[in-house]
């Protein structure tokens, strides 16, 4: 038995001075040191030993592996040595070369917009309110005087989850939660940014998830004519100092009376042209007193407080400020389109 063990010592050494990978060195590991291995093959016939022999070849046995574990060892961080210079050498990076531009992200337009919206109304003293896109149908509509059988639904086609669950048409039921949480106290000053969707087809001027803000302002005595104001200092902010509104009567079921507002064309001074159709004015947004159901419904007393409400496309404001002719160009991440607008 001796002398299979050192027959098997001296074919271990002699096959690992031929292995190049660290790969290489785990088989010969389980190859001859393994629980399957060559040496505990030759170990299982100790049994058939004398007493005396057994001490001796144990010791051989405990040499042999030592042998073999110690040049397991050495080949083993020799090959992971040269597979790392192997490595090295093949991913080298010549330092001299100029290193690739990094180019700066560019704010989006509508967040632009949406900013500079926030910013004039904040300036005005009005604070923002968010809240949930999956809307009720409460909030959605029958708080804002549209029951389940009211007719003016139809104008918004809705994506509905569940019968009582749909994704928000408008960012309107974040003023009568706003309403409710301050129970009955005034005044009232919000504005609520954010998305809204409405099954709608895509074309330059329609998408089926726009953006929207709302703004809402509910105290004792406010009239039509502070509508107005504000939103003549809105446009003036926006879009030029000497620009001008007007108010054309309209219908919307939350708000009475309802107006349509129109900024003169930023384009032509008012003058007429094509991007006005040759009036002068641009529509820009909707508006109107808040209907005395609304407020009655939010817990507030109409005969007491009186209020006024206004929304806008955020994207509509977008493509009249920078002149952009299709409202596809915000969602289709094309660098090129986005690249114009300077970076904040």
């Keep these: 038995m001796r002398e299979r063990l050192e027959s098997l010592k001296q074919e271990a050494l002699n096959e690992l001075e031929q292995i190049e990978s660290s790969g290489q060195v785990q088989e010969l590991r389980v190859k001859y040191l393994g629980k399957k291995g060559l040496l505990t093959e030759i170990l299982r016939g100790m049994g ?9 070849v144990g ?12 040049k397991l060892e050495e080949k083993g961080q020799a ?5 790392v210079e192997a490595k090295l050498a093949k991913e080298s990076i010549d330092v001299t070369l100029p290193g690739r531009t990094v180019h700066a992200g560019n704010r989006h ?6 900013e500079q919206i926030e910013d004039i109304f904040l300036g005005m003293g009005f604070n923002i309110a968010e809240g949930p896109e999956v809307e009720t149908d409460y909030y959605n509509f029958e ?3 549209l029951p389940k059988d009211h007719p003016a639904r139809d104008m918004q086609d809705s994506f509905y989850i569940t019968e009582d ?18 129970q009955g106290q005034v005044p009232v ?3 609520c940014p954010g998305r809204v969707y409405r099954r709608d087809d895509d074309d330059a001027t329609h998408s089926h998830v726009f953006t929207q803000v709302e703004g809402l302002m509910v105290g004792e005595n406010v009239r039509m004519s502070d509508l107005k104001g504000i939103l003549l200092s809105f446009a003036r902010q926006m879009f030029s100092e000497d620009a001008k509104i007007r108010l054309r009567p309209s219908f919307f079921p939350f708000t009475e009376p309802s107006a349509e507002v129109d900024v003169s064309c930023m384009f032509c001074g008012g003058n007429g042209c094509r991007i006005c159709k040759h009036t002068g004015w641009i529509e820009i947004l909707g508006s109107g007193m808040v209907h005395p159901r609304v407020l009655e419904m939010a817990g507030y007393d109409p005969q007491k407080h009186t209020g006024f409400a206004f929304g806008m496309g955020v994207e509509r404001i977008a493509m009249l400020k920078y002149g952009v002719d299709d409202v596809r160009h915000f969602y ?7 690249k114009q607008f300077n970076r904040v």
């Design 48 to 56: 058939k030993l004398s007493a005396e022999e057994r001490p001796i």
């Design 109 to 114: 337009p509508l967040n632009l917009v949406i």
């Design 59 to 70: 010791q051989v046995a405990n040499e042999v592996r030592e042998a073999i574990e110690s």
């Design 79 to 83: 090959a992971e040595r040269a597979e």
């Design 189 to 191: 000053k919000i504005i």
């Design 143 to 145: 708080t804002l005087n």
């Design 165 to 182: 669950i749909l994704l928000r048409t408008h960012t309107s039921p974040m003023q009568v939660r706003t309403m409710e949480k301050m």
């Design 332 to 338: 289709t991440n094309d660098l090129r389109f986005l």
